[in-house]
């Protein structure tokens, strides 16, 4: 068990928010690029249809990422290790959701069950809470020392 453990790669705690920042850019970003590049597929009332798309991805941050990224945030601040593994800043819960988050996605785009517009409008959706919610990730990041020496 030792060999494993000295095998995991590892990271100063203050640098697991920076990774999570980027993975939920990189998904956030990745959604709304699919989502922008598939616009020419929404034919009738485009500006109804965005408007619900943006006021629903900024709902779905504040009744859920919100609450979400601070569960995380929350994690790895109270880490007991000072250099815990890299891919610590998720628990095996959130790992899990989100490999059926993505195979979903996947599955829905190539079985045609749904079409390219409402997916146009439903990644849209998804990527701006996504976006928003790494601006917390990043902010702990830059301000950790403060954030740590505010808490004791």
Do not use: C
């Amino acid at each position: 068990m030792d060999i494993i453990r000295k095998l995991k790669p590892r990271v100063y705690k203050r640098y697991l928010f920076f990774i999570a920042a980027f993975v939920w850019t990189f998904a956030g970003g990745m959604l709304l690029f699919k989502g922008i590049s598939l616009f020419d597929n929404i034919k009738d009332f485009f500006w109804l249809k965005m408007s619900i798309s943006i006021t629903g991805g900024l709902l779905f941050y504040f009744l859920m990422f919100l609450k979400i990224s601070g569960k995380h945030t929350k994690r790895i601040l109270n880490l007991k290790e000072e250099y815990p593994w890299m891919f610590s800043f998720f628990g095996i819960k959130s790992y899990i959701l989100m490999a059926i988050m993505i195979t979903s996605g996947i599955l829905l785009r190539k079985s045609g069950l749904v079409s390219q517009e409402h997916l146009s409008l439903f990644y849209i959706l998804m990527g701006i809470p996504l976006l928003l919610s790494s601006i917390r990730f990043y902010y702990y990041g830059f301000f950790y020392y403060k954030i740590i020496n505010k808490s004791q």
